[in-house]
Nanobody, 127 residues
Framework: QVQLVESGGGLAQPGGSLRLSCAAS????????MSWARQAPGKGLEWVSG????????YYRDSVKGRFTISRDNAKNTLYLQMNSLKPEDTALYYC????????????????????WGQGTQVIVSS
C-alpha cells in the first residue's frame, strides 16, 4: 500500500533552516506529482508547494516563495522541502501528499487532488 513518511522537522530559530524529507513507497513515485501542505495550530490545512512528477516544474504559495525549495529524487523515491529564512508563522505540522496526476493540479479542496498523505512532521520556529 502507499506509504509516505515525513522526517526532518524540529525546532528552529527565526531566520534558520530545516530540510524536510518524505520517503515514499508502495506506488510508482516518478509517475505522480507531489506536494507539501501544512496545518498550523488552530488553523486549517493549507497547500505549501508542489512539484511535477519529473521535477520539471514547481509551485509555491506566496508566503513561502523565495524561502522554500521543493525537490524530488525519483531514484530514491524521496520528496524534499528545503526551508530557509524561517519565520514563526511557518510553525505547523507539515505533510507530504501524493497527487492523482503527473502535474500539479489545483483544486478547491486538497483531498480532491491528493489521495495519500503522510503522518506529518512538526516544525516549530521560535527563539
Amino acid at each position: 500500500q502507499v506509504q509516505l513518511v515525513e522526517s526532518g522537522g524540529g525546532l528552529a530559530q527565526p531566520g534558520g533552516s530545516l530540510r524536510l524529507s518524505c520517503a515514499a513507497s508502495g506506488f510508482n513515485f516518478s509517475s505522480y506529482a507531489m506536494s507539501w501542505a501544512r496545518q498550523a495550530p488552530g488553523k486549517g490545512l493549507e497547500w505549501v508547494s508542489g512539484i511535477y512528477s519529473d521535477g520539471s516544474d514547481t509551485y509555491y504559495r506566496d508566503s513561502v516563495k523565495g524561502r522554500f525549495t521543493i525537490s524530488r529524487d525519483n531514484a530514491k523515491n524521496t520528496l524534499y522541502l528545503q526551508m530557509n529564512s524561517l519565520k514563526p508563522e511557518d510553525t505547523a505540522l507539515y505533510y507530504c501528499a501524493k497527487g492523482r496526476h503527473t502535474i500539479v493540479v489545483f483544486t478547491p479542496t486538497l483531498t480532491d487532488e491528493y489521495d495519500n498523505w503522510g503522518q506529518g512532521t512538526q516544525v516549530i520556529v521560535s527563539s
